[in-house]
């Protein structure tokens, strides 16, 4: 990478002429080609919403064919005359910021704010935030799901926790409004962070245009992430994109950068932790493109400082890691690291490289068709534009090793592309003349490229309204938890050769269910397998425990409804439902197609288990339970049904009660004979919240006042003077 100066400011972004021109102008016809060439060979994509070959198809072809058509002159003349770009920046920042603003709108018409969203993971994203939220007021942030998977530890909803951030919109306007207005926050960071970072160098014009670009390239999550519910991944993306743009400002010696820094990444790992080592990454090219070990010891005590702000949400996966499954790809991870399989999956990523009509035509295929413009870009830009091209170029290479052997955690950079690409296009587009009008043909190419399909996500009242008889039938069952078919749009089955039914539902709503009926689930809320150890407890798509249903023996799978209190099974899977008429061990009870209920014959409803006397739940919560025994005897054996975890802790009558694991479920010796209650606590961890909220204030601080870097003196207000500024 070449030597970049910390005080270099005029003309950031801009490519040097010569040479530079001739290499932009071949890359430029190189990018063109592969356009043409993604354009030509994605009919495989003709259906998808916003894809090419729908209303746009006649008028990007004529985009393109103009923009070649010049290009070629350009090529010939690379010295032709530039012209004024200012006002193209505007109209970019302007077209950008409109073309998002509309696809929010279309996607979330304002009408279906206070309804919740109903496609794919949305509405597990809402519960898990909300879930989250209440832990938050009251005090913890980590706590146990016991609707779920017969309870599990919500630390291992990794990637899913919108907590800290949905707290407020969510105590201001509600639930499902909150919600919404979040996710437009979400959308509308991720420009502004853009515009934050190239602004810091005093050029607006180029600010302008590569806000407008990262508008655009933010507006194709709609066709993707934004439609699916992801939106945790685009947050991710926002408080990157912030957390570099704190590193600028942080090299530029202004007090504000290091704390924005360490506030971001902070928010990074309570978003979606796999960003945090995105931004790491992006932190470490950055500090090897200024060449400036400061860069790299600032930006490694901003990543410490803002890991240890983040420890009480990661706690429990360090302090019981025997309980989280770091890569749920697998339903049991392989003995030994399968080299082969990491080496040929490598391969397909990079021969995808290769294979333009593959490409579909949202951000990622935006990185593939001008790769040839960001390398010329790295190569011979300069400043923070440049900066951008070889933070694409590495985000391009990190996705290469996005394979099932690193689990998922390199499968969501493709998301930053939107943050990395702006300043690029952007250097790109004030390098091109205006007149001929390259430079516009360039842009006109660019809007019409990216998929918005502007089309709304599919919103409900509530579960009930999507579910109908089916709520009432689960509410209706007897006992306190009931098995409900998972409907996975992954393959569950681990078995070579064989896969899970595909669902039958576009969304994943179990998550809003035990509100709506009061009961807790042998399943989970999650699409694929869930990132704790009790992931085995739930049927999905006719799988059960990483294989078909029908590989294990009927009496065993009803003696492990038995023993988790089970006495209705709601499936649709015709596997399921196949291999439930077959035993005599379960009877039908109700059917309304897709649906069948099935009685567990002999089944055992307690929550709460004895020897003598009984037990039962009497009330239960995220940090907490109480157990209600009457007529137990001292030394009897009690179990919860519920995952036994080490971090719970229980009292009765003001003495501790040793837990204890009983066939992985809860379980205690009654300390007493006779009627009295037993409460279950988990742990709030306050200490290590405020241990953590001081350290971030403290990594804060020191950022601010200490090493002070040399790009504004210190005292002045004096902007640098950009003679490129309009």
Not at 680 to 704: D, E, F, I, K, N
């Amino acid at each position: 990478m070449p030597r970049h100066e910390h005080h270099t400011h005029a003309g950031d972004g801009q490519l040097e002429a010569g040479p530079s021109a001739r290499w932009l102008s071949r890359a430029l016809l190189l990018a063109l080609g592969l356009a043409w060439a993604n354009y030509v060979l994605t009919g495989r994509w003709a259906n998808e919403p916003g894809a090419l070959h729908g209303w746009r198809s006649p008028w990007y072809a004529a985009a393109l064919a103009a923009a070649t058509a010049l290009a070629l002159v350009w090529w010939r003349r690379p010295d032709s005359t530039r012209g004024a770009q200012g006002r193209l920046a505007r109209v970019s920042v302007a077209a950008g910021a409109g073309l998002l603003a509309a696809a929010m709108l279309a996607a979330f018409p304002p009408s279906t704010w206070r309804q919740v969203p109903f496609y794919d993971d949305w509405p597990g994203l809402m519960q898990i935030a909300a879930n989250g939220a209440e832990l938050l007021k009251r005090g913890a942030v980590v706590g146990w799901n016991w609707d779920f998977l017969g309870g599990y530890h919500t630390s291992s909803d990794l990637g899913q926790s919108l907590a800290i951030t949905a707290l407020v919109p969510i105590e201001l306007f509600g639930l499902n409004l909150g919600f919404h207005v979040l996710m437009a926050v979400f959308v509308a960071l991720v420009p502004l962070a853009v515009y934050l970072d190239l602004r810091l160098d005093g050029d607006r014009r180029r600010a302008a245009m590569s806000a407008g670009l990262a508008c655009l390239l933010t507006a194709g999550y709609f066709a993707t992430i934004m439609r699916s519910g992801m939106a945790n991944s685009v947050g991710g993306v926002a408080f990157a994109g912030f957390a570099l743009a704190g590193s600028h400002a942080d090299r530029l010696g202004r007090r504000w950068g290091g704390p924005l820094m360490v506030a971001s990444l902070t928010l990074v790992l309570y978003t979606h932790a796999a960003f945090f080592l995105y931004t790491a990454a992006l932190l470490t090219v950055e500090a090897l493109f200024y060449r400036s070990w400061r860069v790299a010891w600032r930006s490694g005590i901003a990543l410490a400082v803002a890991f240890i702000g983040a420890i009480p949400l990661h706690w429990e996966l360090i302090r019981y890691a025997a309980y989280f499954q770091p890569n749920n790809l697998y339903w049991i991870a392989p003995p030994s690291f399968d080299w082969a399989g990491f080496i040929r999956n490598v391969y397909y990523a990079f021969e995808i490289l290769l294979r333009p009509g593959r490409w579909f035509n949202d951000y990622v295929a935006v990185a593939h068709v001008w790769l040839p413009v960001v390398a010329v870009v790295a190569w011979r830009g300069k400043g923070r534009s440049a900066f951008y091209a070889w933070a694409t170029l590495a985000t391009v290479l990190l996705l290469r090793f996005n394979t099932p052997q690193s689990g998922i955690v390199l499968a969501r950079e493709m998301y930053l592309y939107p943050l990395l690409l702006g300043p690029v296009l952007a250097a790109m587009v004030l390098a091109l003349p205006t007149r001929p009008p390259l430079a516009q043909a360039v842009m006109a190419v660019l809007f019409l490229g990216v998929a918005v399909p502007f089309q709304p996500v599919w919103h409900e009242p509530d579960v009930a309204s999507f579910m109908g008889p089916v709520i009432g039938r689960i509410g209706a069952a007897p006992g306190g938890i009931v098995l409900l078919e998972n409907n996975p749009h992954w393959n569950m089955v681990a078995t070579p050769g064989q896969r899970s039914e595909r669902s039958r539902f576009t969304s994943h709503y179990e998550s809003l269910l035990p509100a709506a009926t009061g009961k807790r689930f042998f399943g989970q809320a999650q699409d694929g397998y869930h990132r704790s150890t009790f992931r085995g407890w739930s049927l999905a798509g006719g799988a059960y425990q990483g294989r078909l249903v029908t590989d294990t023996p009927s009496a065993q799978f009803a003696a492990d409804m038995r023993a988790w209190g089970v006495a209705r099974l709601f499936v649709w899977s015709d596997t399921a439902r196949r291999y439930f008429d077959s035993s005599q061990q379960f009877a039908l009870q109700w059917q309304s197609d897709p649906w069948r209920e099935y009685a567990v014959v002999d089944a055992d409803v307690r929550d709460v288990v004895t020897a003598r006397g009984s037990g039962r739940i009497i009330r239960r919560d995220g940090l907490g339970a109480t157990i209600d025994l009457s007529g137990v005897t001292a030394g009897d054996l009690v179990i919860v049904r519920t995952n036994f975890f080490p971090a719970w802790r229980a009292t009765a009558e003001g003495q501790d009660v040793r837990l204890f694991s009983s066939d992985g479920q809860l379980a205690f010796m009654a300390p007493a004979s006779g009627a009295y209650r037993v409460h279950l606590t988990y742990p709030r961890r306050q200490w290590l919240s405020v241990l953590a909220g001081l350290m971030v204030c403290a990594g804060c601080v020191a950022l601010s006042i200490a090493w002070r870097g040399p790009g504004v003196p210190e005292g002045s207000r004096q902007r640098p003077r950009v003679e490129s500024e309009p």
